[in-house]
């Protein structure tokens, strides 16, 4: 055999290679040296030595009375070499996979999962609730210059608010009136201090109403 100490990492690692291309200890069956070997386990080999884990699952299989057709007598895979009892090696060495160990770490996987996924969220940006409105500015008489009150309008600067295009639209009389359009940060802007701000022009305004207004 060329493996070490089967209590160690190193010896179960060589354990592993050297059943690469083996089913058993030695030769083609069940064995006293499978059983001297799955005695010396402090535990299962790790997933990541899947051929001393296969011949562990499957050495421990067998029952006394099994193993008694292949001339191991006097043994079962659940006891230790010399005189350690069955119930003795359940407390000294877990050969079985622990399933409160296996449902704790699960637990915490999802647990650094939540906890990644919440963390992932909160630093989402957040939604910036924006609306979309055109607004009618009507000037007082036809004599108005609308050139000198839409450049007066786009002078208005406020945090969250944006103009955009404008057009002028006739109302009768020979007066036009300026339509202008300009999205807005609902949180920033206040749409009655706009309107405040755009009749503050008294020279050219008369009055200012709200044409259309939509959530973006």
């Known amino acids: 055999m060329t493996f070490g100490d089967l209590k160690t990492e190193k010896g179960v690692k060589e354990l592993n290679?050297?059943?690469?291309?083996?089913?058993?200890?030695?030769g083609y069956a069940v064995s006293q040296a499978d059983i001297d070997a799955l005695a010396?386990?402090?535990k299962a080999p790790g997933a990541n030595l899947p051929h001393a884990l296969r011949w562990y699952n499957?050495?421990?299989?067998?029952?006394?009375?099994?193993?008694?057709?292949?001339?191991v007598?006097?043994?079962?895979?659940?006891?230790?070499?010399?005189?350690?009892?069955?119930?003795?090696?359940?407390?000294?060495?877990?050969?079985?996979?622990?399933?409160?160990?296996?449902?704790?770490?699960?637990?915490?996987?999802?647990?650094?999962?939540?906890?990644?996924?919440?963390d992932k969220k909160s630093k989402k940006p957040e939604l910036i609730a924006k609306s979309s409105i055109v607004l009618d500015v009507k000037p007082w008489d036809d004599e108005t210059d609308m050139k000198e009150l839409e450049k007066a309008t786009r002078t208005i600067e406020m945090e969250g608010?944006?103009?955009g295009a404008s057009k002028l639209?006739?109302?009768?009389?020979?007066?036009n009136k300026l339509q202008i359009m300009c999205v807005v940060e609902d949180a920033k802007v206040s749409v009655d201090e706009l309107v405040e701000k755009i009749q503050e022009f008294e020279d050219f305004v008369q009055s200012v109403d709200i044409a259309a207004f939509n959530k973006i």
């Open 161 to 163: 608010l944006v103009w």
């Open 17 to 26: 290679s050297f059943l690469e291309d083996k089913s058993y200890i030695s």
């Open 169 to 175: 639209v006739p109302v009768g009389y020979g007066i």
């Open 73 to 118: 007598s006097g043994a079962s895979p659940l006891k230790t070499a010399g005189t350690t009892t069955a119930k003795d090696d359940d407390d000294d060495v877990d050969l079985f996979a622990s399933d409160e160990e296996e449902d704790e770490t699960a637990a915490k996987v999802r647990e650094e999962r939540l906890k990644a996924y919440a």
């Open 40 to 42: 010396q386990l402090a």
């Open 58 to 71: 499957h050495i421990k299989s067998f029952s006394a009375d099994e193993l008694k057709k292949f001339g």
